[in-house]
């Protein structure tokens, strides 16, 4: 049941003081092959670390694993880095798994990855088929963890060796260090060895999983002389003399790797151990490593030097032939040199069983390899380069050696290294593609192939070093006779970057000024449109309202309706929504810039504008049709592999819209998730802002404010303004905090500006920032005239919008700050007005805050009805201390809270589904009530919970109501 590589050790090495690992081993091993009464689920992973400096016996000991493991039946995958691999991205990872991949039919291997394929094959080492993409290292770390669960699971129990990690490639030890935190939920066991004083220093987060392991870092200490001295008379004879014994272990220094290879050589030349053989002894063991190892090489002959040359140029899976063509040696030859090295115990059979080579040990590869005179290692790399190239073996394995020769201005050096670049995007490796990159600018280019390298290097820094994205990308612009189409590409990445390192005043200014060059009128829409976005989402942009009549102007004229032009009217709706313009403008704008479809994964457009435009139909009261794009805007970004801040919005702008339809745990569910992802992606700010937000104001809803309080001090939520225009807005969300904990003269000063900073651009929409709402409720008691003032001014401006869910909960808040018998006629206007949107939870605190308002004015019956309707609304919605509350008003008016009514359901029921199909139809209230046999007031209830479970309001009803589930007969 083995896979992967096989551990190049000798199998009858003594294995001495290591009673302690061997035990760690066999307790870790008997957790994962527990089966208690049967339960599979019994097993236990786990992750072992072994460390130690080079000669310690880190491999041998791997060795034992293997053997243990297999003895147990156990599924072994392994993997090993190499020294002159690390710039080789993945290329751990793909020792890990190609074995298995390999022995599957490419039928099998696509069913086998199914929807991962095209996310994963390049990381892999397979050929993407479909059209080339470029996913993100989160979505490509995913796309593994979920190959090696899923292997894990097909071939359980599975013991997972990672030799010399200290050499594995960033990406492969980063991807290591994400998942094994997993392993204790699979049968699934890691060992890793490395030598933690050559770690490199990015891998801080695999020296932090195995040094804070509930299993320390197991380190293997030197061997003592009296394993020494076992060992020299297991080869030499029980006659070996204790002082000459005592004399290896000091030259060897207890090292078991040289304290075996010098008993082997002490064997072959019939040593006895006696006192008078010391110096012929230490002349063997400095012929185990170093000098004295390069002495026995050269002794070999030249060809042989020159053949293990090649073999240490070429790494730690020596293919013969290539090494043989390094060498300039014919087959027989290099068969004849491969025999001279395996019997001077320097190479010996490699991991798989193809007839690849490798070296004995470690230390025998490096002395070798650095024993090359500098100019001979320069010409063997460049050598390499070619002959693998040659070979078909792909630009990556070639580009790795480039990156060892001087640049001597070679286009083909440049177009391997742009190659291997380009794949290395492609396998979510952007790290590996700036080195390479780097190097091909280098070289240098041909000039008319430099712009396009410093884009694509701009591409692979985006999400490293964006402040190096944006100067690459200014040189890029610099070069004379840029494609139009290539510099608008440019344009759109630069601005990108300078938004995301908070210079969005510079990304509108570049976005403008390219429009005026533009060259033709669809590049010129294009770049507009990237100058209105990021003018749009600046904080503290002077002149918002000119902007907007700018804009408000251009849609106008449009006459066609291509990409670009849908784009500018996408542009509009959000424009016109914010400003709080009739919703049947945003709406009519919305739809024109959908008739045709808009990507969310662009890499030229971003998914801005996609995702502004799903969000005008929640503003609207149609949310269904807002997570109808946006559960095709995710599952989009999953298919790509964009699974990092892309998918991270996306499931925090869909919890959103589901707070918005009151469903709150699942809106907590679901923006924690977002939250999640966006905490694991390196630079992901913006993504986070929009997620505490959006999990603040749903926890506040459900009554949690100390929890709420503490996932705003753990993140400085109330600390720091962002440059960026985030919604829901931050200071707005942090002054209802403040609201909650019953500090209203802080949340007073906190809203006050942002009163100002919005209506001095124009942004009047109560629905989009309900600011005057909440500031209402902060002076109620203090200022009870300016709170009705602004609650009135507040009523006005959605009454102008039209949403009934926003002109609902803005009387709400006019009805409470009133107060009295003259507050009853506006709580009753915000319950019908709310009772005509999807808005549940707004319509609970509605219902609730009418009712508690007629048990104050002595109409307790009228109260009881509203409380109870409250009561389930809010229990529905995951409310709680909405509930809580009216369930004391209940009892304060001497009444008893009733059972639920009816079971909390999204399925219309035979006679909703009626009622709203006349409805849609056109026909008014009454009609309806007349065709059904019911009241008029029982039509208006049932159209109430449609809105609620359809999730739109009577203007979306009829297109909702085509892809909405019929009832069971």
């Not at 542009?571 to 024109?592: I, K, S």
Request: aromatic letters at 6%; charged letters at 25%.
């Amino acid at each position: 049941m083995a896979h992967g590589p096989r551990q190049s050790t000798n199998r009858h090495q003594p294995l001495l003081e290591r009673h302690r690992e061997l035990h760690a081993l066999d307790a870790a091993l008997a957790d994962l092959t527990a089966a208690p009464d049967g339960a599979p689920n019994a097993q236990r992973g786990g992750l072992l670390a072994f460390t130690g400096p080079a000669g310690l016996g880190k491999t041998t000991l791997m060795a034992q694993v293997r053997a243990r493991a297999e003895a147990h039946g156990l599924t072994v995958l392994s993997t090993r880095g190499g020294e002159n691999e690390q710039e080789l991205a993945f290329h751990v990872v793909r020792q890990l798994v190609q074995p298995a991949l390999a022995a599957m039919t490419e039928p099998e291997r696509r069913t086998f990855l199914g929807s991962w394929y095209d996310i994963v094959a390049t990381a892999l080492g397979l050929e993407a088929t479909g059209p080339a993409r470029v996913p993100d290292p989160t979505g490509v770390r995913d796309g593994l963890d979920w190959v090696v669960t899923r292997l894990t699971m097909l071939k359980a129990p599975v013991v997972l060796l990672v030799d010399d990690a200290h050499w594995a490639d960033a990406e492969s030890l980063s991807w290591l260090a994400s998942f094994a935190p997993r392993v204790e939920n699979l049968p699934l066991l890691i060992v890793v060895t490395y030598r933690p004083e050559e770690l490199p220093p990015e891998a801080v987060a695999f020296r932090a999983l195995v040094e804070h392991h509930g299993n320390r870092p197991h380190a293997l200490e030197p061997l003592s002389a009296t394993a020494v001295a076992r060992i020299i008379r297991e080869h030499v004879g029980e006659g070996a003399e204790d002082g000459f014994c005592a004399e290896c272990c000091t030259v060897t220094g207890g090292s078991p790797f040289e304290t075996v290879e010098l008993a082997i050589r002490l064997a072959e030349r019939k040593l006895t151990g006696a006192r008078d053989e010391l110096p012929v002894m230490r002349d063997l063991a400095s012929a185990v490593k170093g000098p004295g190892l390069l002495d026995r090489l050269h002794r070999l002959g030249t060809t042989t030097v020159r053949f293990a040359w090649a073999a240490a140029v070429l790494g730690t899976s020596i293919s013969p032939e290539l090494a043989a063509a390094l060498a300039v040696v014919g087959v027989e030859q290099a068969a004849q040199e491969v025999e001279k090295l395996r019997h001077a115990r320097i190479l010996t059979d490699g991991h798989r069983t193809d007839g690849d080579l490798e070296f004995v040990h470690p230390l025998i590869a490096t002395a070798i390899y650095r024993s090359i005179p500098a100019e001979l290692r320069v010409g063997l790399h460049n050598a390499a380069a070619e002959a693998i190239f040659a070979a078909g073996l792909g630009s990556t394995a070639a580009a790795r050696h480039l990156l060892e020769v001087p640049c001597e201005g070679s286009t083909e050096a440049v177009t391997c290294l742009s190659d291997a670049a380009r794949e290395y995007l492609r396998a979510g490796a952007p790290e590996a593609a700036r080195r390479l990159l780097t190097r091909a600018l280098q070289e240098p280019p041909l000039a008319e192939q430099r712009a396009e390298l410093l884009h694509e290097l701009a591409r692979s820094t985006f999400l490293i070093e964006p402040t190096a994205t944006v100067s690459h990308l200014r040189e890029a612009l610099a070069q004379p006779g840029v494609d139009a189409e290539l510099r608008a590409s440019i344009v759109y990445l630069l601005a990108q970057a300078l938004a995301h390192t908070d210079r969005l005043a510079e990304a509108a200014t570049v976005a403008a000024e390219a429009a005026q060059q533009a060259p033709n009128s669809r590049l010129r829409l294009r770049l507009q449109a990237d100058h209105f976005v990021w003018s749009a989402f600046r904080t503290d942009e002077p002149d918002s309202a000119a902007r907007s009549r700018r804009l408000a102007k251009l849609a106008a004229r449009l006459t066609r309706r291509g990409l670009e032009e849908r784009y500018i009217l996408g542009l509009r709706a959000w424009d016109a929504l914010v400003r709080g313009e009739p919703r049947q403008t945003v709406l009519t704008c919305a739809e024109q810039a959908l008739d045709g479809g808009m990507t969310w994964t662009d890499e030229n457009r971003g998914f801005e504008i996609p995702v502004s435009v799903a969000l005008t139909f929640m503003y609207c009261d149609q949310p269904r049709r807002a997570e109808e794009l946006f559960t095709k805007g995710i599952a989009e970004c999953e298919r790509k592999g964009w699974r990092g801040s892309h998918l991270a919005v996306g499931q925090t702008l869909f919890a959103y819209i589901r707070y918005h339809r009151g469903s709150l745990a699942e809106a907590e569910e679901l923006v924690r998730e977002g939250l999640r992802i966006a905490d694991k992606v390196e630079g992901a700010v913006p993504a986070q802002w929009f997620a505490i937000g959006v999990l603040i104001q749903t926890l506040l809803a459900r009554g949690r404010t100390e929890e709420a309080r503490r996932i705003a001090d753990a993140y400085h939520y109330g600390d720091v303004v962002p440059n960026a225009v985030i919604y829901p807005d931050p200071r707005t969300v942090y002054a209802e905090l403040l609201l909650a904990e019953g500090r209203h003269a802080d949340a007073a000063a906190l809203l006050t500006d942002v009163g100002e900073w919005l209506d001095g651009r124009a942004w009047r929409n109560p629905a989009w920032c309900p600011w005057q709402l909440d500031l209402a409720s902060a002076l109620a008691s203090t200022d009870p005239e300016r709170a009705a003032d602004l609650a009135r001014d507040a009523v006005q401006r959605a009454r102008e919008f039209g949403a009934a869910s926003a002109t609902g909960q803005a009387l709400h808040t006019l009805a409470e700050v009133t107060g009295g018998p003259a507050a009853l006629d506006l709580h009753a206007e915000a319950v019908e007005q709310l009772e005509r949107s999807p808005a549940a939870y707004e319509l609970a605190r509605a219902l609730v805050g009418h009712g508690a308002a007629l048990s104050r004015n002595g109409r307790l019956q009228e109260a009881a009805d509203r409380l109870y309707q409250g009561l389930e609304t809010a229990v529905h919605c995951g409310a709680e201390a909405l509930a809580g509350r009216a369930r004391e008003e209940l009892s304060a008016a001497g009444l008893r809270p009733l059972p639920l009514r009816y079971a909390q359901t999204d399925t219309l029921t035979a006679q909703e589904r009626k009622a709203a199909e006349r409805a849609a139809q056109g026909h008014p209230v009454a009609v309806v009530a007349k065709g059904l046999h019911l009241p008029e007031q029982g039509v208006r209830q049932l159209l109430s919970s449609v809105y609620r479970k359809v999730g739109t309001d009577a203007a979306g009803l009829a297109a909702a109501l085509e892809t909405f589930p019929r009832p069971r007969s």
